[in-house]
């Protein structure tokens, strides 16, 4: 099978002013590589609508922040199909919202660039030597908080943003967070599972995500991935393990810096700079855990032969792609849902691979998305499905091909780039970088975590704010 991938191709998109800019590979010095697309792209769902169909409507939405914009968000006004003309102009136009300025044709060009294999050997290695999806869609053309929840429960409730309207304490209100979670299904079914987050974070996005459903096991469930470690080694991983990465200070999660090429103001302070962001730490996170299941080899409980590594991301973060979303089913809705998108529609493609002793090295076609993984669960333990999305979802059952496993001996060793120190990675000082901005998914969780405890703090944006305001409030939360 070949892989549906951007080598090779003539492919571009157009600003207004009628460059064409193709795709190529990111170049230039290592470290600023590993940081692009630099800035942060659009994300949210109006800014979604422009990269797919090239759209802005009403055209007063040019120019503008998220909060600012005005109904129909950009949206095409019929099905049309999208033709994934609108990243470089969407880029070029966010740019301008955000910095006040119009970037320099070095800036803009980013958004058509892509990683080379060589740049990400972790990921390529396992992608080569493993089962690789080249149909993998995320659940919602939109950010991160709406895809997260859409992979564990189904639905995001009719929310398409992280906290725009209403605001991020829409996730914790029962009356909107409703219906349940794959883990509640798992739990009622007497199936173990845990969730697996960063010690240093201290809360579980994951937690306070399906806080309405999922508080009652926080201090039974989740663990920090040193525990994680730990339970691979010793063969006790639960039947179903999902692992975090780290989302605010020091963040391994791969999203792209925020505001590094300009003076950014926040709470009416210029700050020069922006958050330290570097895929090589997602790499280097991605070759730990790897390794880890490789090597484990227990008699008994889990193990490399009995373990599924699955690899996935939320959503595509608004960086290029030239694969139109396809439709999907939608879930239970209620009569007014944000931003007036009524979820048939997937969003653009992610990276998946899938990772165990019974899955060749191959190129999936098929298409996939975030569905698929509570599909995979409700076939493999008989369990009933949350909604439409997931019920006619495929499993990765088509990953697991081989009636032979691989013996962990004959899986690839992995070797990771050098990742620089983060300055982040230590407590915050006066001198240091603790005035630096968070990315939205480390605003969010913060957020998240105040509106629950302190909703009439101001939201903290700086990576001191955030180091104090979850060690006030989130320690002792969650188990270890």
Same mark, same amino acid.
């Given at each position: 099978q070949q892989f549906e991938g951007l080598a090779g191709k003539q492919l571009s998109n157009t600003t207004l002013e009628g460059e064409e800019v193709g795709v190529h590979p990111y170049s230039g010095p290592t470290d600023r590589v590993m940081r692009s697309p630099d800035p942060d792209p659009g994300e949210e769902y109006p800014f979604v609508n422009t990269q797919l169909f090239g759209?802005?409507?009403?055209? &007063?939405?040019?120019?503008?922040?998220?909060?600012?914009?005005?109904p129909p968000y950009n949206a095409p006004h019929d099905d049309t199909a999208a033709d994934m003309s609108g990243f470089l102009a969407d880029y070029i136009d966010k740019f301008r919202g955000e910095h006040g300025r119009d970037p320099l044709p070095e800036e803009y060009r980013q958004i058509m660039g892509s990683f080379t294999p060589e740049m990400l050997p972790v990921f390529s290695t396992l992608a080569r030597e493993f089962a690789v999806y080249d149909h993998w869609h995320c659940a919602v053309p939109s950010q991160t908080f709406p895809n997260r929840s859409f992979f564990h429960a189904g639905t995001s409730h009719g929310f398409v943003t992280n906290a725009f309207h209403p605001a991020v304490g829409k996730w914790l209100d029962p009356l909107l967070n409703t219906g349940t979670t794959i883990f509640n299904r798992l739990e009622e079914a007497g199936i173990p599972w845990r969730v697996y987050y960063d010690e240093r974070q201290l809360v579980s996005l994951t937690g306070m995500l399906h806080a309405p459903h999922l508080e009652k096991y926080w201090k039974s469930h989740f663990r920090t991935m040193k525990t994680f470690y730990e339970d691979v080694a010793n063969g006790t991983l639960p039947a179903y393990s999902f692992i975090e990465p780290r989302l605010t200070f020091d963040h391994n999660d791969m999203h792209p810096p925020v505001g590094p090429l300009t003076r950014t103001d926040i709470h009416g302070k210029v700050i020069e700079g922006g958050g330290i962001s570097d895929v090589r730490a997602g790499e280097a996170l991605l070759h730990r855990v790897y390794t880890a299941i490789r090597e484990? &080899?227990?008699?008994?409980? &889990?193990?490399?032969?009995?373990?599924?590594?699955?690899?996935?991301?939320?959503?595509?973060g608004g960086t290029y792609d030239h694969v139109p979303p396809p439709h999907a089913p939608a879930p239970p809705l209620p009569a007014e849902t944000e931003m007036g998108f009524r979820f048939e529609r997937l969003g653009v493609r992610v990276p998946t691979l899938v990772i165990s002793a019974y899955t060749p090295s191959a190129v999936i076609n098929d298409p996939m998305h975030h569905g698929s993984l509570i599909s995979t669960l409700t076939h493999r333990f008989g369990l009933t499905h949350l909604t439409a999305?997931?019920?006619?979802?495929?499993?990765?059952?088509?990953?697991?091909?081989?009636? &032979?496993p691989r013996s962990p001996a004959s899986w690839p060793s992995t070797f990771p780039l050098y990742s620089p120190p983060n300055p982040e990675s230590v407590d915050p000082t006066a001198d240091g970088d603790d005035d630096r901005p968070l990315s939205p998914p480390g605003i969010g969780l913060v957020a998240l975590l105040l509106a629950?405890?302190?909703?009439?703090?101001?939201?903290?944006?700086?990576?001191?704010?955030?180091?104090?305001?979850?060690?006030?409030?989130?320690?002792?939360l969650f188990g270890v």
């Open positions: 759209t802005v409507d009403p055209a &007063s939405n040019a120019g503008h922040r998220v909060f600012e914009l005005e484990s &080899s227990t008699a008994t409980g &889990s193990h490399a032969l009995n373990t599924t590594l699955m690899v996935t991301f939320d959503e595509h999305r997931d019920e006619h979802a495929p499993t990765i059952q088509n990953a697991h091909t081989l009636t &032979s629950r405890y302190a909703p009439n703090d101001p939201v903290p944006h700086t990576y001191r704010e955030a180091y104090d305001a979850i060690h006030r409030h989130g320690e002792g």
